[in-house]
C-alpha cells in the first residue's frame, strides 16, 4: 500500500510515497501579476542525474530547488539529518534508481565505501591478495595508511580495529 508523507520544508507543496513518488497538491498560488489561481497537484516526473540517480525539482516561494528522491526519501522516512558527511544514504540492491523505502537504509561512509568491493569478506579494510595472504589499510581525515600484510584474516582484522579505535581516541579528545 502506498503511504504518503509531505516533504520536509515543502509542506502544503509536496508529498513523497513509500515507493518514491512524488506529488504537488492542489493549492492556490500568486503569479508574477499578481493574479491568484488555483493550480492542480500532480504526479512529477522525474530525471535521472548525471550519476544515475533520480532527481526532481521542488518550487516555493518563486525559488526552485533540485533534490535526489534517495535523500528525499531517507529525510522524510528515515528521519536522515543531511548535515554529517559521515551517514549516508545507501540502496541496498545498489540499483540507483530504485527509491522503495525497502531499498534505502542510512550507513556510515566507511560501511558505504566498503560494502560493495569485489574481494568480499565479513570485515571492513581488511582484503585478501592472489596469494592467500591479508592486508589491512584504513583512510583516515582523507589520507589511506597501510596497516601491514598478515598470514590469516583476524590478524589484519585486529590491525585495522586497534587503528581505528586509536584515530577514535584522538578525535574524541579534540
Known amino acids: 500500500m502506498e503511504i504518503w508523507k509531505e516533504v520536509k520544508g515543502y509542506e502544503g507543496f509536496y508529498e513523497i ?13 500568486v503569479n508574477s501579476k499578481g493574479v491568484y ?21 521542488l518550487h516555493k516561494n518563486s525559488k526552485s530547488k533540485s533534490f535526489r528522491v534517495h535523500q ?20 541496498i540492491n545498489n540499483t540507483r534508481t530504485d527509491n ?7 550507513i556510515t561512509c566507511r ?17 585478501k591478495t592472489k596469494y592467500n595472504k591479508y592486508y589491512s589499510k584504513i583512510r583516515i581525515n582523507g589520507k ?14 585486529s590491525a ?7 584515530n577514535e581516541v584522538q578525535i574524541s579528545q579534540h
Not at 489561481?37 to 525539482?57: H, N, P, R, T
Not at 522503495?100 to 542510512?106: E, L, Q
Not at 560493495?116 to 571492513?124: I, R
Not at 585495522?160 to 586509536?166: D, F, M, R, S, V
Open 17 to 29: 510515497s513509500n515507493y518514491g513518488n512524488i506529488r504537488s497538491l492542489d493549492r492556490i498560488v
Open 37 to 57: 489561481f488555483k493550480l492542480k497537484g500532480k504526479l512529477l516526473s522525474s530525471c535521472v542525474c548525471s550519476q544515475g540517480y533520480k532527481a526532481v525539482v
Open 72 to 91: 528525499l526519501m531517507a529525510i522524510n522516512f528515515l528521519n536522515h539529518n543531511t548535515d554529517s558527511r559521515k551517514i549516508v544514504v545507501d540502496h
Open 100 to 106: 522503495n523505502i525497502n531499498n534505502i537504509r542510512v
Open 111 to 127: 560501511e558505504n565505501t566498503s560494502k560493495d568491493k569485489k574481494c568480499k569478506n565479513k570485515y571492513t579494510g581488511v582484503y
Open 144 to 157: 589511506n595508511t597501510y596497516l601491514g600484510m598478515f598470514d590469516n584474516i583476524e590478524d589484519a582484522r
Open 160 to 166: 585495522y580495529n586497534k587503528e581505528k579505535e586509536k
